[in-house]
Structure formats: C-alpha cells, structure tokens
Nanobody
Framework: QVQLVESGGGLVQAGGSLRLSCAAS????????MGWFRQAPGKEREFVGG????????LYGDSVEGRFTISRDNAKNTVYLQMSNLKSEDTAVYHC???????????????WGQGTQVTISS
C-alpha cells in the first residue's frame, strides 16, 4: 500500500517562508510524478504544483506561480514544497499526492497523504 506522509506545516507570518516535505513509500517513487494540493475551508481542492518523476519538469497553479517551488530527492523518496512570500490566502491543508504517470500533470493523482495544516497570520 502506498503511504504518503506530509510534514512541515505550521503557523507563519505573511511574507514569510515555509517548506513542506512528503515522504513516500515504494520502490518506484522515481517513476511517479508527484503533486501538491491544498484545500481551504469553503473552497474546492486546488492544484498547487507538480513535478515529474525525474524532477526535470514542474507545473504550478496560477495562484502560487513565482512564489512556490516544488522539488524532489528520489534517493530519499521525498518531495518538497518551498513556499515563499506567503499570503493569508495560502492558509489551507496541504496534501501531497502520487501519480501513476512519470510526466507531470494537474490531475490524475491517485494516492494521497493525510495533509498538513499551513496557517498564515496577517
């Protein structure tokens, strides 16, 4: 069974930075694109970013483009989300997810972590 465990969430002031981590199980981690999603109260789930299996290609949602960076360390089976210039609207539960594809997309993610809370104070 695929297991994804997020960490690194917390409370940070607007304008600050935070890095989230997602540790994944499985021997084929490097063959799977990984994504980050978030969901705030009263809002639909939103695509934040994704990264191809090799780490060579990334995609971002419009609301975080230029502020967030997704990366991965396949030797550690870990994907990261570096968040900078945080805004109050970034407050949400952040989930990482694993795709069955090696190329990165904005959907087609099938395995999900339980999430980590990120709260931005103004």
């Amino acid at each position: 069974q695929v297991q994804l465990v997020e960490s690194g969430g917390g409370l940070v002031q607007a304008g600050g930075s935070l890095r989230l981590s997602c540790a994944a199980s499985g021997r084929t981690f490097s063959r799977s694109a990984m994504g980050w999603f978030r969901q705030a109260p009263g809002k639909e789930r939103e695509f934040v970013g994704g990264i191809s299996g090799s780490g060579g290609t990334t995609l971002y949602g419009d609301s975080v483009e230029g502020r967030f960076t997704i990366s991965r360390d396949n030797a550690k089976n870990t994907v990261y989300l570096q968040m900078s210039n945080l805004k109050s609207e970034d407050t949400a539960v952040y989930h990482c997810a694993r795709s069955a594809q090696v190329w990165v997309t904005r959907d087609d993610y099938y395995y999900w972590g339980q999430g980590t809370q990120v709260t931005i104070s103004s």
